[in-house]
T-cell receptor, first 113, second 111 residues
């Protein structure tokens, strides 16, 4: 039972345009959501997070949107840069239950010059 | 601040052996979590330690164990290695129950 799903295994975007990565979850107890960027054979790098009490959080070129009723979150990258090419994972946790992240399967983003 | 460090970075073992991996969290972080990444199963939670106590455990067999020391450093142990244990093992640390920061991982290959 996949509680966190990233339905697009890959996404290709032109440099300078917007990249939108999507994530769906089924567990209504999740109250903290994070996005990580990962290169092969390296650990995930934290990008941005959002608590369930918010519906939007921005940090520079990265914005995360949370739609609790639809159990959906998305990461927007504007403008996209070639250096953004990597695998992006969304993750979710129940804060009161401690640190146990449930990850989606990842989306490979390719930003073309 | 120095990030999360993991040793060793690469390890080759044979079936039936056991292995111990080490993780040093970011200074001041008290929570250490371990994850396994494989091509087939993705990133899966193994366990979490907070103040030397296991606080959460994922769905892995008892061959996978861990511990945390008083300085928050953590080790995980896998006994009786199987081919399917070949994976990237990732350690993450956090201050409390919040954002987790990951180390570079230990690549374990079981032959």
């Amino acid at each position: 039972d996949q509680q966190v799903k990233q339905n697009s295994p890959s996404l290709s975007v032109q440099e300078g345009r917007i990249s939108i990565l999507n994530c769906d979850y089924t567990n209504s107890m999740f109250d903290y959501f994070l996005w990580y960027k990962k290169y092969p054979a390296e650990g995930p790098t934290f990008l941005i997070s959002i608590s369930s009490i918010k519906d939007k959080n921005e940090d520079g070129r990265f914005t995360v949107f949370l739609n609790k009723s639809a159990k959906h979150l998305s990461l927007h990258i504007v403008p996209s840069q070639p250096g953004d090419s990597a695998v992006y994972f969304c993750a979710a946790s129940e804060v009161h239950a401690g640190n146990m992240l449930t990850f989606g399967g990842g989306t490979r983003l390719m930003v073309k010059p | 601040k120095a990030g999360v460090t993991q040793t060793p970075r690469y390890l080759i073992k044979t079936r039936g052996q056991q292995v111990t991996l080490s993780c040093s969290p970011i200074s001041g972080h008290r929570s250490v979590s371990w994850y396994q990444q494989t091509p087939g199963q993705g990133l899966q939670f193994l366990f979490e330690y907070f103040s030397e106590t296991q606080r959460n455990k994922g769905n892995f067999p008892g061959r996978f164990s861990g511990r945390q020391f008083s300085n928050s450093r953590s080790e995980m142990n896998v006994s009786t290695l199987e081919l399917g244990d070949s994976a990237l093992y990732l350690c993450a640390s956090s201050l409390l129950a919040d954002t987790q920061y990951f180390g570079p991982g230990t690549r374990l290959t079981v032959l």
